[in-house]
């Protein structure tokens, strides 16, 4: 929609152009949110698109993501053999309640920076031990973890200015099996809760939790624990009454679910397969 | 900067912050829409690059040095407002199925589709979640997809065929005109602020602040509003709702409430100017529970008491019916609140025109009663305002309301200057109407052998903080539930109340939906404990022609069983249900099945009038006129089929002109199902008064019979020759129809459907829908009705609700927050019509656009008792909300869960 109240826009073309940070300031990205709900307290874009940053680069250590990739772009990638967790990429931007239309423009960063509980990029990154470059207006950088960027529901760990540049799946992560469970009220609607179970070769076992809880949640254990220890410690790491609560499902039915697809996770990836 | 549209270079300046969809609109680029602004709905689809892009999510500035296609464009370079064929091979497939009803979103849904790789063709539930249609439930939009057609070529008879709507190839090229799209130049924009409580006084607005915005040209209060009150409600006749609405009001009775309004040059000065107002509220204590409404103790929404409209009525002996009962069965049932959500909002654009007269072009399904209503608001004589419609995106009985119409006249009137408002979708749902929310208390008594004795139902309907419409919703949906069936002791204590919500209105169903589904609940939960089959029960006690159409008093009245179809519509319905099992569920799920029927009398009571001219031009082509909008109805359709059938012509000899208060004299408007039934019975008998001219004109020529002559297409056959038709114009007759007497329409639904016991969600494997329609004037269009209205019925029963916060606001303002069903959440329904032809409709044709909408709710709940043991009593069935009554009840082992040996 139009944004009647934005005075200026400001395309970036490189880092040391960067305006001071101001109230009213919005950094750009997709836009895809940002236009798609009034913002009468913006003044200013700050366009990112235009710095021109590589969407994603791959190498031995791993797949770093710049905050610009837009899922469309995440969504073609063509990955290593050697990392089988690569179907999770597909269905995690499939999670996006965004059509394949809104692909096209919605950024990774921009997903991971509006901290919904059911932003699909950010149950990737989380179950995928992403970390997350941070640059800040004084040129200095620092690196968060993605459950350490998504504070809350649209409450990210980004100080005034500061900008998400990239996120960094390491190979060792990307490398893991995994197995997914995702629900909402409607078949192709906003996820009431996404989880994600990863198992690595050397036994370790990782559940995130998204979209059902206010911000991503992972549990790591050395080895797949019993199932009624990885329920006692999702219940111990969600009390009852934190699940989260808006029209897109009911506390009480995430929870519901969220132990239900927890036990399913476990046993999918610990099954013995014949 | 500079941009590629549609092959041509385009130079814009775009605002900061302004998106694309407002770049391309404002260079003429209508086809463009803005249904949800805010990338939910894909109306507003364009290719930037070759990719499809929602223009509304596209920064305007990113557009620079791009290429910009639009449905205009699809089919070859173009430039604005040129006329265009549909010759891409994805218009002429939305053509050849009539993908469309309203046509508001078709724009998007072509360039969608026009832009899916065979991967994305495969998973239409996935590749359309970002295009939202709300007429058609999907079917003929799969169609059109899979390149399978629905239109039939009109072969001798024009009546009976599924011939093309008029608008086709317009409504796939993006040209036909919807209310917005005319230029904007040297128009002022209306914005509203809107009240923040739920209830309040307005104790001082300073306006200053406001006024010093530049742009800023008036300030609209409650000092400036005219004194009278009126209902935003339209009826024939405007008793029929009570009047206690103010253009702008100093008190405020629902959050979301008009406070003032502020006209500028620019929408962007119009809201800095809404921002800068200062409004000093009185916060007053609301009332926001329905049940409570009657306390003694309860805050008053008007004057002495909350009561807004009140039924209450027996026939026979309900007592008497309960002790002779061998089973009684009570529950309550409740049915949300929930929205049109039509794809184009309200709102509407008004000017004095060259000759001064007030001209408003609106989103309105009622026209003239528009046009009354300002009048008796404004004092001015009809003369003195046109009320006129361009093609309305969607309606279901929320644009049966004068909800801006009021207001923008009010600012051209102060202003004298062109003044547009068009509602936001946020607006839309915050402000508007919806479905009256209701809580149904049933009481069934039955015997042993299936047979009805005694029928109650105690309804509690919420109106909101206006009256419009809870008198005639409460009336009519305590009316035909009861009236479909044969008991003899039959009940009704019906309450409207008043409360500090958003007003509720006129929905498709008009109350029935509520009680239907509450009624054919209980009949189901009956027939299980009887251990009787479904259909045989409503077999055992429906309404059989012979008997009297009885709902709760022995008032006489106009409704006739003109045909008779439900006897058909059962065993339909009964034996598709049989013979398609659907697909396989999966390991784990429920299985089971359910049906409900619904009855509807053809027209609205009370008098409903319409009125046609049919003329003969000196071209030799057809001219008809009417009153009545085409809002996805299908009505100009069904017209001009009425119109070609009477005068022996090519369809495509007729054209049409409507929704005009110049057009005729009068019209009620396009409420009640009535496009077929009243203005189409006006416009065949205006047809049939022509050909009779003609016939009369060339008879007196040639010096033979009338009785001798015979029309053709474009000539008339005498015994002394061929006279082609543009020799005897001009020729023009009228006709009428004044909605009396009334006839009587069927639906029959059936689910077979997959529950799963753990999660609550719902899968429909089969759905199919009998209706009889009497003769099926178009097939194809009548089929779309029953789909789409099946669709929309679907969304309302298992998703959707128009959530209030703690404080009375509405909390879904948009569509990611309020799910209308999209193409994957809608199976394929089959629909089903019985042979009957009518004696009281138009070559014995009956309504069919409210009423496919009312017995889903009640076949689906019914189907998932079947499925897990669980009766519901609650629309929406979605799984956070029915996961725990289903677990109880598979738990209890009432129904098995599909195991590998019965797949």
Not at chain 2, 25 to 40: L, M, N, P, S
Not at chain 2, 359 to 384: I, K
Not at chain 2, 664 to 691: E, I, N
């Amino acid at each position: 929609m139009d944004l009647h109240t934005i005075e200026t826009t400001i395309r970036l073309r490189s880092r040391s152009e960067m305006p001071d940070w101001r109230e009213g300031d919005a950094w750009l990205a997709g836009g895809t949110w940002l236009y798609s709900e009034p913002q009468p307290a913006l003044r200013r874009l700050i366009d990112l698109t235009s710095l021109g940053w590589p969407a994603h680069e791959t190498g031995s250590d791993g797949l770093t993501l710049a905050a610009t990739c837009t899922v469309a772009a995440l969504e073609r990638l063509d990955l290593p053999a050697a990392w089988i967790a690569a179907p999770l990429v597909r269905q995690c931007c499939r999670s996006l309640l965004g059509s394949f239309k809104v692909w096209n423009g919605a950024t990774v960063g921009g997903n991971l920076c509006l901290a919904l509980p059911a932003g699909p990029i950010i149950a990737l990154t989380t179950a995928l031990e992403g970390s997350c470059l941070l640059w800040a207006p004084d040129g200095s950088e620092r690196r968060l973890t993605v459950p350490e960027v998504v504070i809350g529901p649209q409450r990210n760990a980004l100080a005034p200015g500061e900008i998400l540049r990239s996120v960094t799946l390491p190979a060792s992560a990307l490398s893991r099996r995994t197995a997914f469970r995702r629900i909402s009220l409607s078949p192709h609607g906003r996820s009431g809760a996404l989880l994600i179970g990863t198992l690595g070769a050397d036994g370790a076992f990782a559940l995130t939790v998204t979209a059902s809880v206010p911000r991503p949640l992972r549990l790591a254990f050395p080895r797949p624990p019993e199932r009624d220890d990885l329920l006692h410690a999702v219940e111990a790491a969600v009390p009852e009454g934190l699940y989260y609560d808006d029209v897109h499902g009911r506390p009480d039915w995430r929870r519901h679910m969220t132990l239900h697809f927890a036990g399913e996770i476990l046993a999918e990836l610990t099954e013995v397969r014949a | 900067m500079r941009l590629t549209v549609n092959g041509h270079a385009h130079d814009a300046d775009p605002r900061p912050g302004q998106c694309l969809r407002t770049v391309l609109r404002e260079a003429g680029w209508f086809g463009v829409k803005k249904g949800c602004d805010a990338g939910d709905c894909g109306a507003c689809t364009v290719h930037l690059d070759g990719e499809p892009v929602h223009s509304c999510l596209v920064p305007a500035f990113r557009a620079e040095g791009t290429e910009v296609t639009t449905i205009e464009g699809l089919s070859g370079p173009c430039r604005p407002g040129e006329a265009r064929e549909p010759t891409h091979p994805v218009q002429a497939a939305f053509v050849a199925a009539q993908g469309f009803q309203c046509g508001f979103c078709t724009p998007g849904m072509v360039m969608t589709a026009a832009a899916l790789d065979q991967g994305r063709r495969q998973d239409l539930g996935d590749a359309l979640k970002g295009n939202l249609c709300r007429c058609t439930g999907y079917g003929a939009i799969r169609d059109a997809i899979a390149g399978i057609a629905r239109v039939e070529a009109p072969e001798g008879a024009c009546v009976g065929r599924s011939v093309p709507a008029p608008a086709a190839p317009l409504v796939v090229t993006g040209t036909a005109r919807f209310t917005f799209d005319i230029p904007e130049a040297g128009m002022l924009h209306l914005k509203v602020l809107r009240s923040p409580h739920a209830h309040a006084r307005i104790v001082a607005i300073d306006t200053g602040p406001a006024r010093a915005v530049p742009g800023v040209v008036a300030v609209l209060t409650h000092e400036d509003a005219p004194p009278r009150r009126f209902s935003t409600g339209r009826h024939e006749d405007p008793r029929d709702d009570a009047a206690d609405t103010l253009v702008l009001d100093p008190v405020l009775r629902f959050a979301g409430q008009r406070v003032a309004a502020v006209v500028a040059e620019t929408e962007a000065a119009a809201e800095a100017g809404c921002r800068a107002l200062r409004v000093t509220y009185e916060v007053l204590p609301a009332l926001l529970d329905p049940a409570r409404a009657l306390d003694p103790d309860a805050p008053r929404v008007h004057g002495e008491t909350n009561l807004a409209a009140e039924v209450r009525g027996e026939v026979g002996d309900v007592a008497a019916g309960i002790a002779e009962a061998d089973l009684v069965y009570e529950e309550t049932f409740t049915s949300q609140r929930v929205q049109h959500a039509h794809l184009e909002t309200h709102g509407c654009a008004g000017w004095r025109d060259a000759d001064g007269r007030l001209t408003l072009r609106t989103s309105t399904q009622v026209p003239f009663l528009t046009r009354d209503a300002l009048c008796a608001l404004y004092d001015l004589p009809r003369e003195e305002i046109r009320v006129l419609c361009g093609r309305v995106g969607g309606g279901f009985g929320g644009k049966q309301e004068m909800l801006t119409e009021d207001l923008v006249a009010l600012a051209v009137l102060k202003t004298g200057r062109p003044v547009k408002w068009e509602l936001t979708r946020q607006e839309q749902f915050a402000a508007t109407t919806t479905r009256h929310p209701m809580r149904v208390r049933v009481t069934v008594g039955a015997k042993r052998d299936g047979r009805i004795t005694a029928l109650g139902l105690d309804v509690l309907s919420d109106t909101g903080a206006y009256g419009n419409h809870a008198g005639g919703v409460l009336h009519h949906g305590c009316n035909e539930v009861l009236a479909a069936y044969s008991c003899p002791n039959k009940r009704v204590a019906g309450r409207a109340v008043h409360t500090h919500t958003p007003p509720a209105g006129a929905f498709r169903g008009y109350g029935l939906s509520q009680t239907i589904f509450a009624l054919e609940s209980a009949l189901d939960e009956v027939a299980r404990r009887l251990g009787v089959d479904p259909f045989a029960l409503r077999r055992i006690n429906a309404v059989r022609p012979g008997e009297p159409l009885v709902a709760h008093s022995l008032h006489p009245h106009d409704v006739v069983f003109g045909s008779y179809g439900l006897d058909q519509c059962l065993d339909l319905a009964q034996a598709a249900l049989a013979e398609d099992p659907g697909p396989a569920p999966e390991l784990g799920w429920h299985v089971g099945t359910g049906m409900a029927m619904a009855m509807l009398d053809t027209i609205p009571p009370r008098g409903h009038h319409a009125e046609a001219f049919a003329a003969l031009l000196p071209d030799g082509t057809y001219r008809l006129r009417t009153g009545t909008a085409e809002f996805g109805n299908g009505s100009q359709t069904v017209h001009r089929q009425f119109a070609a059938q009477a005068l022996q012509a090519d369809p495509a000899r007729v054209r049409i002109e409507a929704a005009d208060t110049d057009a005729v004299g009068h019209d009620t408007g396009a409420y009640g199902s009535t496009g077929t039934v009243v203005a189409g019975q006006a416009v065949h008998r205006a047809a049939l008064a022509l050909a009779e001219a003609i016939r009369a004109r060339a008879a007196e020529r040639t010096g033979v019979t009338p009785e001798a002559c015979r029309l053709a297409d474009g000539t008339v056959e005498t015994p002394k020759g061929v006279i082609p038709l543009n020799d005897l114009a001009p020729l023009e007759a009228s006709g009428r129809s004044n909605g009396s007497p009334r006839s009587v329409a069927f639906n029959v639904q059936a689910f077979r459907v997959a529950v799963h016991p753990v999660s609550g969600a719902v899968r429909i494997l089969t759905s199919v829908h009998a209706a009889d329609a009497g003769v099926v004037i178009n097939p194809m269009q009548c089929r779309g009705q029953v789909e789409g209205g099946v669709a929309q019925a679907l969304g309302a029963a298992l998703y959707e609700e128009v959530a209030l916060d703690g404080e009375g606001a509405v909390a879904t303002r948009t569509f990611r927050n309020y799910h209308i069903p999209a193409c994957g959440d809608v199976p394929d329904t089959r629909v089903l019509f019985a042979e009957t032809d009518d004696a009281v409709g138009p070559l014995g044709a009956k309504s069919m656009s409210e009423s496919p909408f009312n017995p889903v709710a009640a076949a689906l709940g019914n189907a998932i008792r079947d499925a897990t043991g669980a009766r519901l009593t609650a629309t929406p069935f979605a799984p956070d909300r029915i996961f725990r009554a289903v677990a109880a009840a598979c738990d209890l082992g009432e129904r098995h869960p599909v195991s590998d040996q019965a797949r």
